[in-house]
C-alpha cells in the first residue's frame, strides 16, 4: 500500500495550466508580435519559469540579453498573476476534492510537487492549504522537471522514499521526474502523450482511491 501523495498543481488540482500559455502568449504578441502554436503548450508544460522562456525563445528563434530575459520571465508572471485574481474553490479539478478527502480519510498525506513558485498562493485561493503537510518550494531544487528532484524532495517531507509514494500528474516532463523519482506516475491526459505513467486517466474526476491502488500495485509487480 502506498503511503503518501504527491501532487502537481496546474492542471491536477485546479484548471490553471492553460493560464501559463496564455499568459506567455500574451507577452510574446506584446513583445515580438508573435502568435505561439497551441502546440508549444505541451513543450512547456510542468516546466520551470526560465526553462518555458527559453523553450519559447529557442522555438521562435529570438536572442534577448540576460536582463531583458529577467525582464520577460517577470512580466509572464505578472501577466500570469492578474489572471489568479478570479481565481476560487470553482477552479479546482472534478474529483480533487473528493480524491483529497479519500486520501485523508485512509491516513495518506500529501504534498506539493509542484514547479510553479505561486503554488501557496494558489492553493490558498482555492482554500486547499491545510490538507497538505508539505508544500516544496521549487526554487530550493537544483534541478527542475524532468528532472525527480522536487518528488524526491517531497517524498522526504513527508519523511517517505518516492518508492513508497504516488505521484499525480498532467505534462509529459512530470512523468519523466516520477519516474525517475521511483514514485508510481499517474497521469491525466492524453494517454498517448503520457503513456510512461504507470496509468493514465483522461479527466482528473477518473481519479478514484481504488484506481490509485491498482496502479501502486502493479508498478510494483
Ligand atoms: C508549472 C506549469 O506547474 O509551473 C508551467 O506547468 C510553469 O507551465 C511552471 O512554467 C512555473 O510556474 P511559475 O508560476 O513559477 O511561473
Ligand atoms: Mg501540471
Redesign the pocket.
Known sequence: MFKGALF????VIADT?IL??KAWQQLMRTHFKIELPLELETK??????N??LQTILNFCEIKVSSTQFIQL?AE??TI?QSFLTELTSTNILPGITRLINDLRVNHIPLALA??????PLILDKLGLRHNFAAIED?SQVKHGKPAPDIFIAAANSLGLDPIDCVGFE??IA?ITAINTSGATAIAIGNATELKAATIVVNNTDKLSFNTITTAFIEAHK
Open positions: 502537481d498543481l496546474d492542471g495550466a501559463h500559455f512547456t508544460k510542468g516546466v520551470s519559469r526553462d518555458s520571465a509572464k508572471n500570469y509542484s514547479a510553479s513558485q505561486n503554488g521549487p498532467d505534462s512530470g
